[in-house]
């Protein structure tokens, strides 16, 4: 009897640790795709799974991250797991195609990954590209 209580326990623990899965990037969307210098640019991205899931969100250039600060998101509030930010490029942004790094942490600190993130350096959750022209 006990073998079979103990059996079963392990099964239901095995079961419900194959069934919490870790959230991820749904979407990414930008306000548009080709900016200036000086412009705002908008972001919001929607994850997986609840927003109590994830404790932070920032985001970093991959092209100048000596330079550039991390840009923390926040969790735009309407029960949604979508985190967005709106900054101002900088006025001296010199043109070119930014691929734009996402580093998400989860509620017990780790980074959440993605398969997705090939070449990634800083944030292994997402990536996402826009055009100063």
Do not use: H
Request: hydrophobic fraction near 40%.
């Amino acid at each position: 009897m006990k073998k079979v209580f103990i059996i079963s326990f392990l099964f239901l623990i095995s079961l419900f640790t194959a069934l919490a899965t870790e959230p991820e990037i749904k979407t990414i969307k930008l306000d548009k795709t080709d900016y200036k210098p000086g412009d705002i640019i908008s972001v919001s991205i929607e994850f997986t799974g609840k927003p109590i899931e994830i404790q932070s969100v920032e985001i970093i250039s991959r092209e100048y991250r000596t330079n550039t600060p991390k840009l923390m998101m926040q969790l735009l509030g309407d029960g949604k797991n979508i985190w967005v930010l709106q900054t101002n490029l900088p006025y001296d942004a010199p043109y070119g195609i930014y691929n734009v790094e996402v580093k998400a942490i989860n509620k017990n600190g780790e980074e959440i990954t993605s398969n997705n993130c090939e070449g990634c350096i800083y944030g292994k959750t997402g990536v996402f590209k826009f055009e100063v022209k």
